[in-house]
């Protein structure tokens, strides 16, 4: 997640990361991790970093911070697949969890 | 590549979602996708986000997902058909460069077949098919998140995010490190080799390619043998 500050609207925070900032700490799923002392409205991601073994990466040139995954166990954390929206050839967003009530094979390729 | 399997399967509630995973966004993964003509989503991930959701670190790779939500296969190796150029043969007068790029591609191991009649198999039976894993066995299979691959996912992202502000010099320095930090990450490696040599031939700056890289490991290693 590319942030040009070390706080961070919770709303970006979850869409991009799927951490939900709720009364009891940093929500993901299950799990939840206490933020002590966090105003509602800001998170500060240097704390977040730091709770949840994420590395938190600066461009010195440009300023500009990047907050990676989690850390500690699995690239897949749970089975549940995670949401994911993204857009087709036309722009048009895709949700892969409208699929739901059917299988589904998802395909990684490349051009390249 | 996949439109064929999926009119047959289709009808059997299965859908096939393709990701091209492409800084180079709609204009590097279209005139593929035109060529497929699919009727299955075909979507383009110019952020790489599904190679960080699921772990992915080659292509392509394929992600079982049942009716409920739930991945029964973690990410492996996905090709519907065996592809022509695995079988290719070194055409005469060929430079040394192209002998030997035919001859270690000839090496990678694909099983197509294989894969192909699981996913029948699971089409038809569900979670009674042998093929569908349990979650513990999804999750032993997927990839350990350790924090040299967290931070070789941050230099990435913040790479392309540099790169598209045309900030090349400076992306490649992330690139760098994203590929120093997690060295078996194929698709990383080809994208950010990509970016400066669409070859991706021997790019100075990274100090390697694919042919030197692939025969590091010995191409048969390329992708991991299927676990069925």
């Not at chain 1, 040009?4 to 700490?25: H, N, S």
């Not at chain 2, 009716?67 to 430079?95: H, K, M, N, Q, W």
């Not at chain 2, 894993?133 to 967290?150: G, I």
Request: proline letters at 7%; charged letters at 25%.
């Amino acid at each position: 997640m590319i942030v040009e500050t070390l706080q961070v609207d919770p709303v970006e925070l979850e869409r991009r990361t799927g951490w939900a900032i709720k009364p009891q700490g940093a929500c993901k799923g299950e799990r939840c991790v206490p933020l002590p002392g966090q105003p509602k409205d800001q998170v500060d991601i240097r704390m977040l970093a730091a709770r949840l073994g994420m590395p938190l990466i600066q461009d010195a040139a440009s300023g500009l911070w990047c907050l990676g995954p989690e850390t500690g166990g699995r690239a897949l954390a749970t089975a549940q697949a995670p949401e994911l929206i993204l857009p087709d050839m036309y722009g048009n967003e895709f949700s892969l969890s409208s699929l739901r009530g059917s299988k589904v094979l998802l395909v990684a390729w490349a051009s390249w | 590549m996949w439109q064929q399997l999926r009119s047959e399967l289709h009808p059997h509630n299965l859908e096939i979602v393709t990701v091209a995973l492409d800084t180079g966004g709609v204009p590097a993964a279209l005139p593929w996708i035109d060529a497929a003509n699919p009727d299955h989503p075909s979507l383009i991930d110019e952020a790489h986000l599904v190679d960080e959701l699921f772990g992915i670190v080659y292509v392509p790779s394929g992600v079982w997902i049942d009716e409920a939500g739930t991945i029964v296969r973690s990410p492996e190796t996905a090709y519907p058909i065996r592809p022509s150029y695995l079988d290719r043969e070194v055409p005469e007068g060929a430079s040394t460069e192209t002998a030997d790029r035919i001859m270690e591609v000839n090496k990678l191991r694909v099983d197509a077949d294989r894969y192909v009649s699981a996913l029948h198999d699971w089409v038809a039976k569900g979670a009674d098919s042998r093929f569908a894993l349990a979650p513990e066995e999804v999750l032993r299979r997927s990839r350990p998140r350790l924090m040299e691959e967290a931070t070789a996912i941050a230099h990435f992202e913040l790479g392309q995010h540099l790169f598209r502000l045309g900030r090349s010099d400076d992306a490649v320095l992330h690139f760098k490190e994203a590929l120093r930090l997690q060295p078996d990450n194929w698709t990383y490696k080809r994208q950010a080799w990509n970016l400066l040599d669409p070859g991706q031939r021997s790019v100075d700056v990274y100090g390697s390619d694919w042919m030197s890289d692939v025969k590091r490991i010995g191409a048969e290693n390329y992708y991991p043998q299927l676990d069925m």
